[in-house]
């Protein structure tokens, strides 16, 4: 792996793990990108019938838990408390942040972030359960 993060075949891994753990559990049609530890796109993919926005919704689950360092789902845990700084944090943001479960960030053997991961399709906690999944086929973890 190079230090500039997830390389492609990580990130190939990954999109294709998660999508494969949405058809095994019968979800909506999901969308994974998978960005570097610069907030880079690597990977993405929009299955069939997934709706116009999911693309941007999942780059911004994964940006958000970059930007903050984060899971996208302790983002929405901050939201409650601290909305005005979600709010804020969020426009500053160029790729965007979701405050909402399916955005990890991906870290090598030795703990580093290398990069983050972003689903999205069916409910938050079902995006994040297959983004598990991608990630752990990766070798990789959270």
């Given at each position: 792996?190079?230090?500039?993060?997830?390389?492609?075949?990580?990130?190939?891994?990954?999109?294709?793990?998660?999508?494969?753990?949405?058809?095994?559990l019968a979800l909506?049609?999901?969308?994974?990108?998978?960005?570097?530890?610069?907030?880079?796109?690597?990977?993405?993919?929009?299955?069939?019938?997934?709706?116009?926005?999911?693309?941007?919704?999942?780059?911004?689950?994964?940006?958000?838990?970059?930007?903050?360092?984060?899971?996208?789902?302790?983002?929405?845990?901050?939201?409650?408390?601290?909305?005005?700084?979600?709010?804020?944090?969020?426009?500053?943001?160029?790729?965007?942040?979701?405050?909402?479960?399916?955005?990890?960030?991906?870290?090598?053997?030795?703990?580093?972030?290398?990069?983050?991961?972003?689903?999205?399709?069916?409910?938050?906690?079902?995006?994040?359960?297959?983004?598990?999944?991608?990630?752990?086929?990766?070798?990789?973890?959270?």
């Amino acid at each position: 792996m190079s230090n500039n993060g997830v390389s492609l075949t990580q990130a190939q891994t990954i999109v294709d793990a998660t999508l494969s753990e949405a058809r095994k559990l019968a979800l909506k049609p999901m969308s994974v990108a998978v960005l570097d530890a610069g907030g880079h796109m690597v990977a993405f993919a929009r299955e069939d019938g997934s709706s116009t926005l999911r693309p941007q919704i999942s780059t911004a689950k994964a940006s958000g838990a970059l930007a903050l360092g984060v899971s996208s789902r302790v983002i929405g845990e901050m939201a409650v408390d601290r909305p005005t700084f979600i709010a804020a944090a969020a426009g500053l943001s160029a790729g965007g942040i979701i405050p909402a479960a399916g955005g990890l960030l991906i870290r090598d053997a030795t703990g580093q972030v290398v990069g983050a991961v972003g689903v999205t399709g069916d409910t938050s906690d079902s995006d994040e359960l297959c983004a598990l999944a991608g990630v752990s086929a990766a070798g990789l973890s959270i």
